[in-house]
């Protein structure tokens, strides 16, 4: 389709990506998100929960929100950080442990998927437009006034 816009195929990409991830953490009585977070935890040494969000690129409400499901599902565990006596750590259970390898299955799964049915020069301009995309972003060059539409 000539008339789609990049953004378009971005979000409709991304919602049938996020749709499948969560119909397969269903199976596991996980969602997307929780898998995500597992995988974002350092599984030996844990991960201070400051540095989760900015890592995951999510706001401090949701992490907030996933953690407290975490922990009640007994995924994760809390600690005081030795490092910061004001800081807690992120640390995976024995079951969190697990949910994560699930998690990183289905991710290789999918990736290794992708890469069956994808030349390996396409799979390169991909993340080359992909980081482009990001770095116009970040250098906030997409509406700034020395911009031109071309």
Do not use: C, Q
Request: aromatic share 6%.
């Amino acid at each position: 389709m000539p008339d789609i816009t990049i953004d378009y195929a971005l979000r409709e990409t991304w919602l049938a990506v996020a749709k499948m991830y969560n119909e397969e953490a269903k199976n596991y009585d996980s969602t997307m998100a929780m898998g995500f977070t597992l995988l974002s935890i350092d599984p030996k040494i844990g991960t201070p929960s400051t540095a989760l969000g900015p890592k995951m690129g999510m706001e401090a409400t949701s992490l907030s929100r996933i953690l407290k499901s975490l922990e009640k599902k007994r995924f994760i565990e809390r600690k005081p950080n030795p490092k910061d006596g004001r800081g807690v750590l992120i640390h995976l259970t024995a079951s969190g442990l697990e949910k994560r390898n699930l998690s990183k299955n289905a991710v290789l799964r999918f990736n290794g998927m992708i890469r069956e049915h994808v030349a390996e020069e396409k799979m390169k301009t991909f993340f080359e437009v992909a980081e482009t995309i990001n770095k116009l972003i970040l250098e906030k060059n997409i509406f700034s006034e020395n911009t031109t539409n071309k």
